[in-house]
């Protein structure tokens, strides 16, 4: 029976209900009682005053409780369920911290050998060094340099001979690999460098490091997820489904071993991550096991004519890489859940590779991110879904969700690398090689079988992808890739979104002419889903149509996108931005097509040694780049690090064959506007390695800022009577410099008939009010960021402005770019007329603003 706050005394007579109505007894409940109150909680945990009387009314056996002993029962029921949960909680971080804590006294051991193994060699080295320095022999200092180099390069083991045609052959090449797999996961086999910023605790990805000084790159993971060995295993060897650069994964046969284990010949092939590389393929050996311990084991490695093995199948347009023995170990968890071990090693083959691009196949940390941590985070993914940790909205089972994005994923490097046996031929250049039109006239394999409509037009011609490659400069990948998400509008054509969207639909548009922002558009974001770790969104891009004349109206029906952005955190080291989107219908089904394009931005690792590469942003002349290209003795880097990635952008379109020449010049001339677009948004985000006194440059088609604000100023003076900076200066670099950091927001506008007025110019004040950069001005209109209140205000006082000159207009609130809003005390408006008194401008200072 159940105790509640009350007591019943169980005395009879007058005492009786005044002991069961006082607050400090206890009252006893009968198992039937109980369990009638158990039934109204579990369907209501907080019953109204009306339900306990109702409740009271309905079930007899509750007629002799009071209805404020019923409700001290469910508070007390509530009280319990609240502290069981904090107990499991607790328990389960318990756990965590349990198994993290081995994790770490187990690294703390690997170090510890680490260090005394690397305290031994010191001392053999400097013995060494001393007995060289008492002789005169040269060459025992050189096989001391070698021996000591050999000690870090982690040479290969030679193995004995043995018939690895064999299944007994192969099973000692499995031992071998499983030993060295264990060596480098759990050993001091490879001199592992933790990577910055991957925090060991419960909640993080792990412990993640990468290699030094070894043959190839090499990156090691380990960490906990709730999920059972068996489960994540069988995840694990599904690489496919995790591994976003790997293209198809072949087991060709599989061999059951004596011991329960089980040996399996396994082809894969990876894209390649730019347009200047050929993609890789691997063939090895994998061996699946368990150990005395009960941990699953599942290691690979490349079968090459050192270790011995049948002979993988050959392959064209495709470089073969090695895998050294790498994989994954997996230890149950007291209490549930599993401890993983992930190793990575793989030799890209770098110097079939542009030395210019060598860094994205020389670097761990690029390893680690696309592949090791890919699979923990995968992993952690399926735990916390599987445990109901994680909501979607929109009804769309995570399953789902997954498929889309990996359909994008697999889209965009399909369209990027262009593989012949897909269907892709290269298209006649126009003369100039920046831009690569390839052609591919399987419509089936991009649209799926159960929407081939379009395949069934006799004029329908297939996809064309039009694709570049470029070298940029000082910007971070994460700001750059960012930047390109938020302001759509900076680089997008309307037209061509309009052309992509007709896609959809049995017959498409007109060809239309590229140029960049034909038609001005709005875009808005509805998040679908984002991975534990946010570092990557999937969501569904409305942009909203405008039309400015009736010939336009076809042009301004929203359309939509399905877009995947991933790495904008700008603080993750290695790892690659990219923005892929696909234009789909209104019903947007889960089997949808999607034909996807976009951009993907891989950082080089910078290097210290040598001349720095040019600063050009063509990946072309970089390519060819000789001593010439370097910077002159009297230019100073005026940064520490040279940051320097790879863009590769890629857009696909359908088109029809009476078409097919139109939507190629369309393509070639709007990826070549596109180029020019990150350019110019490149030069002006990159981060700047001066003092503050630095002014901004003008934006193209504008005068020059000197000018500008010299007539900004000019104009204030005239119109107003007073000056707009404390101290006027005959130096035009002081008034714009002045004009720069003025504490009130200063904006200009451009005044056209027929036409919204769009930003042009803001100061730094400016730019913070509005939340923007200098070059997403463009994007934003002044009808916009005023409120209602203020555009009937400007409409009553434009006609003021325009003959008097200026006009001051009250205090109130507007919104930033971000939708935030800002309230400000006064506002003033004037006219911005150049040399020959023409008009130019229209000018705004937001005076005392904040954000409310």
Same mark, same amino acid.
């Given at each position: 029976m159940a105790l509640s706050m009350h007591r019943d005394s169980n005395s009879s007579g007058s005492n009786s209900k005044q002991q069961q109505m006082d607050p400090s007894k206890y009252v006893r409940y009968t198992p039937e009682q109980v369990e009638a109150l158990e039934r109204v909680y579990a369907e209501c945990p907080k019953p109204s005053s009306l339900r306990r009387q109702q409740l009271i009314r309905e079930c007899p056996i509750l007629a002799n409780i009071e209805p404020k002993q019923i409700k001290v029962w469910f508070q007390n029921r509530r009280c319990r369920e609240k502290q069981r949960k904090e107990a499991s909680r607790l328990q389960t971080v318990n756990r965590k911290l349990t198994a993290m804590n081995k994790l770490l006294m187990e690294e703390n051991d690997r170090l510890q050998k680490q260090v005394s193994q690397l305290v031994y060699e010191n001392g053999y080295m400097r013995q060494q060094l001393h007995t060289v320095s008492t002789t005169t022999t040269d060459t025992s200092c050189d096989s001391v340099v070698m021996s000591g180099q050999q000690q870090q390069q982690n040479p290969t083991p030679q193995h004995p001979q043995r018939d690895a045609n064999s299944p007994a052959g192969l099973l000692a090449i499995a031992e071998e690999t499983l030993t060295e797999f264990l060596g480098k996961a759990t050993g001091t086999a490879v001199d592992w460098v933790q990577m910055i910023g991957m925090k060991p605790g419960p909640d993080s990805i792990g412990?993640?490091?990468?290699?030094?000084?070894?043959?190839?790159?090499?990156?090691?993971?380990?960490?906990?997820?709730?999920?059972?060995?068996?489960?994540?295993?069988?995840?694990?060897?599904?690489?496919?489904?995790?591994f976003r650069d790997c293209r198809c994964l072949d087991v060709a046969s599989a061999i059951p071993t004596g011991n329960g284990g089980t040996i399996e010949l396994v082809y894969m092939q990876i894209y390649a991550p730019t347009t200047l590389a050929s993609a890789r393929d691997f063939w090895t050996l994998r061996y699946i096991t368990s150990l005395e311990d009960g941990s699953l084991v599942i290691c690979e490695r490349s079968l090459t004519s050192s270790t011995g093995g049948p002979t993988g199948p050959p392959a064209t347009c495709f470089v073969r890489a090695e895998m050294l023995p790498s994989g994954y170990l997996i230890r149950p968890c007291e209490g549930g859940g599993s401890i993983i071990h992930i190793v990575d090693h793989i030799d890209f083959d770098a110097s079939s590779v542009p030395e210019v691009l060598r860094p994205l196949y020389e670097s761990s940390k690029i390893l680690a991110q696309k592949m090791t941590m890919a699979a923990l985070r995968h992993i952690r993914q399926i735990a916390q879904e599987t445990n109901g940790e994680i909501q979607y909205t929109g009804g769309r089972q995570p399953t789902v969700l997954r498929a889309l994005s990996q359909r994008l994923c697999r889209g965009f490097n399909d369209a990027v690398n262009g593989f012949v046996d897909d269907g892709w031929s290269i298209m006649g250049s126009d003369g100039v090689e920046d831009v690569t039109i390839a052609i591919n006239s399987s419509p089936s394999k991009f649209l799926g079988s159960q929407y081939n409509n379009l395949s069934m037009l006799p004029t329908f011609g297939g996809v064309l992808c039009a694709r570049a490659s470029m070298l940029l400069q000082n910007v971070p990948p994460a700001l750059l890739v960012r930047f390109l998400r938020e302001h759509r509008s900076e680089w997008a054509d309307y037209g061509v979104d309009v052309y992509s969207a007709a896609s959809l639909k049995a017959s498409p548009y007109a060809v239309p002419c590229?140029?960049?922002?034909?038609?001005?558009?709005?875009? =808005?974001? +509805?998040?679908?889903?984002?991975?534990?770790?946010?570092?990557?969104? #999937?969501?569904? =891009?409305? +942009?909203?149509?405008?039309?400015?004349?009736?010939?336009?109206?076809? #042009?301004s029906r929203d359309m939509y996108l399905l877009q995947l952005c991933s790495g904008i955190d700008e603080t993750?080291?290695?790892a690659c931005a990219q923005l892929v989107f696909a234009p789909i219908d209104e019903s947007f089904g889960d089997d949808a097509p999607v034909l996807p394009s976009g951009f993907r931005v891989i950082p080089l690792e910078p290097k210290s040694d040598g001349p720095t590469a040019t600063r050009t942003l063509d990946l072309a002349s970089a390519l060819e780049v000789g001593h010439s290209g370097a910077r002159s003795g009297g230019e100073a880097d005026t940064s520490n690090q040279n940051f320097r990635s790879v863009l590769t952008i890629a857009f696909q379109f359908t088109f029809e064959n009476h078409y097919r020449d139109s939507v190629a010049a369309m393509a070639r001339q709007y990826v070549r506007s596109i180029v020019g677009s990150v350019q110019r948004v490149a030069m002006a985000i990159a981060p700047s390695q001066l003092s503050s006194q630095m002014v901004p440059k003008p934006l193209p088609g504008s005068p020059e800022a000197v000018t500008l604000a010299r007539w900004i100023c000019r104009s204030y003076r005239v119109h107003t009577g007073g000056e707009l900076l404390q101290a006027d200066s005959s130096a035009g670099d002081a008034v714009l410099k002045q004009l720069w950091h003025h504490t009130d927001a200063i904006m200009c506008c451009s005044v056209r008939m027929n036409a919204s007025a769009v930003f042009t110019f803001a100061n730094q004040a400016g730019l913070d009010m509005l939340e923007t950069t200098l070059v997403a001005l463009q994007d934003i209109m002044l009808e916009k960021i005023l409120d209602e209140a203020g555009r009937k205000i400007l409409l009553s006082e434009f006609s003021k402005i325009m003959q008097q000159g200026f006009a001051y207009l009250p205090g109130g609130v507007c919104v930033s770019s971000m939708g935030r809003p800002v309230s400000y005390e006064q506002a003033v408006a004037w006219k911005v007329v150049n040399d020959e008194d023409a008009n130019h401008c229209l000018a705004f200072m937001f005076m005392n603003w904040s954000f409310v």
């Amino acid at each position: 029976m159940a105790l509640s706050m009350h007591r019943d005394s169980n005395s009879s007579g007058s005492n009786s209900k005044q002991q069961q109505m006082d607050p400090s007894k206890y009252v006893r409940y009968t198992p039937e009682q109980v369990e009638a109150l158990e039934r109204v909680y579990a369907e209501c945990p907080k019953p109204s005053s009306l339900r306990r009387q109702q409740l009271i009314r309905e079930c007899p056996i509750l007629a002799n409780i009071e209805p404020k002993q019923i409700k001290v029962w469910f508070q007390n029921r509530r009280c319990r369920e609240k502290q069981r949960k904090e107990a499991s909680r607790l328990q389960t971080v318990n756990r965590k911290l349990t198994a993290m804590n081995k994790l770490l006294m187990e690294e703390n051991d690997r170090l510890q050998k680490q260090v005394s193994q690397l305290v031994y060699e010191n001392g053999y080295m400097r013995q060494q060094l001393h007995t060289v320095s008492t002789t005169t022999t040269d060459t025992s200092c050189d096989s001391v340099v070698m021996s000591g180099q050999q000690q870090q390069q982690n040479p290969t083991p030679q193995h004995p001979q043995r018939d690895a045609n064999s299944p007994a052959g192969l099973l000692a090449i499995a031992e071998e690999t499983l030993t060295e797999f264990l060596g480098k996961a759990t050993g001091t086999a490879v001199d592992w460098v933790q990577m910055i910023g991957m925090k060991p605790g419960p909640d993080s990805i792990g412990i993640v490091a990468v290699s030094r000084n070894c043959s190839g790159v090499a990156a090691r993971a380990c960490g906990l997820v709730s999920l059972e060995p068996t489960k994540v295993a069988e995840i694990l060897k599904d690489r496919l489904s995790w591994f976003r650069d790997c293209r198809c994964l072949d087991v060709a046969s599989a061999i059951p071993t004596g011991n329960g284990g089980t040996i399996e010949l396994v082809y894969m092939q990876i894209y390649a991550p730019t347009t200047l590389a050929s993609a890789r393929d691997f063939w090895t050996l994998r061996y699946i096991t368990s150990l005395e311990d009960g941990s699953l084991v599942i290691c690979e490695r490349s079968l090459t004519s050192s270790t011995g093995g049948p002979t993988g199948p050959p392959a064209t347009c495709f470089v073969r890489a090695e895998m050294l023995p790498s994989g994954y170990l997996i230890r149950p968890c007291e209490g549930g859940g599993s401890i993983i071990h992930i190793v990575d090693h793989i030799d890209f083959d770098a110097s079939s590779v542009p030395e210019v691009l060598r860094p994205l196949y020389e670097s761990s940390k690029i390893l680690a991110q696309k592949m090791t941590m890919a699979a923990l985070r995968h992993i952690r993914q399926i735990a916390q879904e599987t445990n109901g940790e994680i909501q979607y909205t929109g009804g769309r089972q995570p399953t789902v969700l997954r498929a889309l994005s990996q359909r994008l994923c697999r889209g965009f490097n399909d369209a990027v690398n262009g593989f012949v046996d897909d269907g892709w031929s290269i298209m006649g250049s126009d003369g100039v090689e920046d831009v690569t039109i390839a052609i591919n006239s399987s419509p089936s394999k991009f649209l799926g079988s159960q929407y081939n409509n379009l395949s069934m037009l006799p004029t329908f011609g297939g996809v064309l992808c039009a694709r570049a490659s470029m070298l940029l400069q000082n910007v971070p990948p994460a700001l750059l890739v960012r930047f390109l998400r938020e302001h759509r509008s900076e680089w997008a054509d309307y037209g061509v979104d309009v052309y992509s969207a007709a896609s959809l639909k049995a017959s498409p548009y007109a060809v239309p002419c590229a140029k960049l922002g034909g038609f001005p558009s709005s875009q =808005v974001i +509805l998040p679908l889903a984002q991975t534990v770790e946010h570092e990557e969104f #999937l969501e569904v =891009v409305r +942009l909203e149509g405008h039309a400015f004349s009736p010939e336009d109206i076809a #042009l301004s029906r929203d359309m939509y996108l399905l877009q995947l952005c991933s790495g904008i955190d700008e603080t993750t080291s290695g790892a690659c931005a990219q923005l892929v989107f696909a234009p789909i219908d209104e019903s947007f089904g889960d089997d949808a097509p999607v034909l996807p394009s976009g951009f993907r931005v891989i950082p080089l690792e910078p290097k210290s040694d040598g001349p720095t590469a040019t600063r050009t942003l063509d990946l072309a002349s970089a390519l060819e780049v000789g001593h010439s290209g370097a910077r002159s003795g009297g230019e100073a880097d005026t940064s520490n690090q040279n940051f320097r990635s790879v863009l590769t952008i890629a857009f696909q379109f359908t088109f029809e064959n009476h078409y097919r020449d139109s939507v190629a010049a369309m393509a070639r001339q709007y990826v070549r506007s596109i180029v020019g677009s990150v350019q110019r948004v490149a030069m002006a985000i990159a981060p700047s390695q001066l003092s503050s006194q630095m002014v901004p440059k003008p934006l193209p088609g504008s005068p020059e800022a000197v000018t500008l604000a010299r007539w900004i100023c000019r104009s204030y003076r005239v119109h107003t009577g007073g000056e707009l900076l404390q101290a006027d200066s005959s130096a035009g670099d002081a008034v714009l410099k002045q004009l720069w950091h003025h504490t009130d927001a200063i904006m200009c506008c451009s005044v056209r008939m027929n036409a919204s007025a769009v930003f042009t110019f803001a100061n730094q004040a400016g730019l913070d009010m509005l939340e923007t950069t200098l070059v997403a001005l463009q994007d934003i209109m002044l009808e916009k960021i005023l409120d209602e209140a203020g555009r009937k205000i400007l409409l009553s006082e434009f006609s003021k402005i325009m003959q008097q000159g200026f006009a001051y207009l009250p205090g109130g609130v507007c919104v930033s770019s971000m939708g935030r809003p800002v309230s400000y005390e006064q506002a003033v408006a004037w006219k911005v007329v150049n040399d020959e008194d023409a008009n130019h401008c229209l000018a705004f200072m937001f005076m005392n603003w904040s954000f409310v």
